[in-house]
């Protein structure tokens, strides 16, 4: 569902924009609206298979290209619910923060 959602959020065919492990999801999305997209079908798809999320174990940040920044800090809810804003988070393991270093590299 999230693959078809018309999220443009791939690297070449492959969708990126819901990455799962176990029960850990994380979402990626390139703007405000498209995140509130995901997150309604992912409230969607809990209801049909009576699945719970978690907004006091879920957080977001978001990373913006140069000095970007939004007017306003958007927010997002899951089943109504407030997901708090966050600079870093550790998903499995892995801190990931709002800071990113990139690499171009070519060939």
Not at 30 to 41: C, F
Not at 69 to 89: M, Q, R, T, W
Request: glycine share 6%; net charge positive.
């Amino acid at each position: 569902m999230l693959r078809e959602s018309n999220v443009d959020c791939f690297i070449g065919d492959v969708f990126v924009g819901a990455l799962a492990y176990a029960d850990d999801v994380t979402l990626l999305a390139p703007t405000p609206s498209a995140m509130r997209h995901l997150l309604y079908i992912c409230e969607q798809y809990g209801r049909k298979f009576s699945i719970v999320f978690s907004a006091n174990k879920s957080a977001w940040l978001y990373v913006t290209k140069g000095k970007q920044h939004y007017a306003s800090i958007p927010e997002f809810f899951i089943d109504g619910k407030l997901i708090n804003l966050v600079s870093k988070y550790a998903h499995l393991g892995h801190i990931i923060s709002a800071i990113v270093w990139m690499i171009n590299m070519k060939f």
